[in-house]
């Protein structure tokens, strides 16, 4: 039991030793003691004139933005959190351009932690309809209401806590809130700051390498300035979202390019090149730091010798992406059913089960689809009639098109049909199904991927005509030129043929 015990204590020893001392001898439990200098940051000077550069850079480009507006005009310590929060949470995953109007209409709808507590999920479902990521609304809710109901209506003061605390806060949401809102000093690492930092400090492993992850948040906390850490940590990534960018990077604009050691990189494989082009004799004359372990191939935070520098890549060979996982293909046949109404025809909707993807929305009824398309028309009629009294006329059954939506892991097809009933059905709808008219339906909590089936019900275009790279962007995903057209002409085809 002892020697079990001791040799539990030699091991923890020795993580201690790979993961010990930083350059600065500050005690850094993140920070590899064989990090090479040249993935560190040196001394303190080099440190402040990095904040210094950073932040006088942000003081004058940063984008005005309503939630950096209402976060520097607001007095009171919870609202100015929530503020950020909200900010935080809308902008996982998803463009500011895009958030920009959401944040807005949430913002002037629940102003404070005590309006969303009182909302019900049906209209923050509603209000997000269309971001994406629909469990994070949900959360948010559920964490105000947790603030309100527990907290005394006091938002946790310190990223611990507040990470502790709160459904849907991780610890970059959590450090973003604490640093802006509180004015904590502690750094944060999102995507914009991992290729900032990546490129700075020319790290090229592997992003997913739990060494990596210490190794950025570590030098997150030692670059982030203790008079203004929330401006810093927005400093770093504004620089990530405008400069630093995945693609083309402005690196003659950029604020710390002399602090870049992918620019260092750049600049030396370029006198490489042009020597061996010259025909000269290779020199060590090129005055550019190198990370020595990596000479004998060892270092953990550099390019792994399987993936050398390309040069076509320039300083975006930091960071190295990893080959992205193809999405998961599925199909479902879904089924518009409209009514006539006495103004207008009604669409039946059916609200999905209250967990999973997209919980508690409403969509038009559909089904896996899976064998012919007689298979699959039978099993979407077997669902219709679970939701409608009387009678389908079934022959009147069409399948106008496909629609491709991507979610984050999905590739999702829907065949689409559509079916009128020729009476008004009776009575009212099973629990969790509606009707409602075209204008309800656009207001409803109804996921992007519906919108997109209801236009080509309508014969609308669906936005651009290219997949989506941004999974759940409405405005970039869709069908393929071809196929859209096609649908475009089935739909109105059969708009006419069922017109008097
Ligand atoms: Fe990024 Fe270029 Fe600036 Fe380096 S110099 S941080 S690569 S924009
Ligand atoms: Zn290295």
């Not at 010259?278 to 270092?299: I, K, M």
């Not at 022959?395 to 999702?412: A, D, N, P, T, Y």
Request: aromatic residues 8%.
């Amino acid at each position: 039991m002892l020697r079990l015990f001791y040799s539990a204590i030699s091991q923890v020893n020795s993580i201690q030793r790979l993961l010990g001392e930083s350059s600065w001898g500050v005690k850094g439990p993140e920070t590899p003691s064989q990090a090479s200098p040249y993935h560190l940051f040196s001394n303190a000077d080099e440190v402040a004139r990095f904040r210094a550069s950073l932040l006088s850079w942000y003081d004058q480009a940063k984008r005005d933005l309503p939630w950096r507006r209402r976060a520097a005009g607001e007095t009171d310590p919870d609202r100015r959190a929530y503020s950020v929060w909200v900010s935080e949470i809308m902008l996982q995953q998803t463009q500011v351009a895009t958030v920009i109007g959401y944040y807005t209409r949430w913002m002037q709808k629940w102003p404070a932690l005590q309006d969303l507590a009182g909302a019900s999920l049906e209209e923050v479902n509603q209000l997000w309809a269309g971001l994406g990521y629909y469990s994070r609304g949900r959360r948010l809710q559920e964490g105000a209401r947790k603030v309100v109901e527990e907290l005394g209506g006091h938002m946790p003061r310190t990223a611990d806590m507040l990470q502790k605390l709160l459904p849907g806060v991780g610890r970059y949401t959590a450090g973003a809130i604490a640093s802006i809102a509180f004015g904590q000093v502690t750094g944060v690492v999102d995507g914009n700051v991992t290729r900032v930092l990546c490129r700075v400090r020319a790290i090229g492993a592997d992003l997913g390498s739990p060494l990596v992850t210490q190794h950025l948040w570590r030098l997150a906390q030692q670059l982030v300035d203790p008079a203004r850490p929330g401006d810093f940590n927005q400093a770093a990534m504004e620089l990530g979202a405008t400069v630093c960018t995945p693609r083309g990077p402005l690196c003659p604009e950029c604020p710390v390019r002399g602090f870049c050691q992918a620019q260092k990189r750049v600049t030396k494989e370029q006198a490489v090149t042009s020597q061996r082009l010259l025909g000269s004799p290779e020199q060590e004359t090129l005055d550019v730091e190198e990370c020595a372990p990596q000479r004998a191939g060892l270092c953990p935070l550099c390019l792994p010798p399987s993936e050398p520098w390309r040069q076509d890549l320039g300083v975006a060979n930091f960071p190295r992406q990893p080959a992205r996982k193809a999405p998961r293909e599925q199909r479902a046949a879904v089924c518009i059913l409209q009514q006539p109404g006495s103004e207008t025809s009604r669409f039946l909707l059916v609200q999905r089960p209250s967990s999973g993807l997209l919980a508690g929305l409403w969509e038009f009824p559909s089904v896996p689809a899976e064998g012919t398309e007689s298979v699959q028309r039978q099993a979407l009629v077997k669902a219709l009639r679970s939701w409608v009294v009387g009678p389908l006329p079934l022959k009147s059954l069409r399948c106008l098109g496909e629609v491709v939506h991507i979610f984050s892991h999905i590739r999702q097809t829907y065949v689409v049909y559509s079916l009128a009933l020729e009476e008004p059905t009776q009575g009212q709808p099973p629990s969790g199904a509606r009707w409602v008219s075209r204008a309800e339906f656009q207001a409803a909590a109804v996921p992007t991927a519906m919108k997109k089936v209801h236009q080509l019900f309508e014969g609308q275009p669906s936005g651009r005509r290219k997949a989506s790279k941004s999974p759940q962007d409405p405005a970039t995903s869709g069908p393929g030129p071809g196929r859209q057209h096609r649908q475009l002409t089935l739909s109105a085809f059969f708009k006419s043929a069922a017109a008097p």
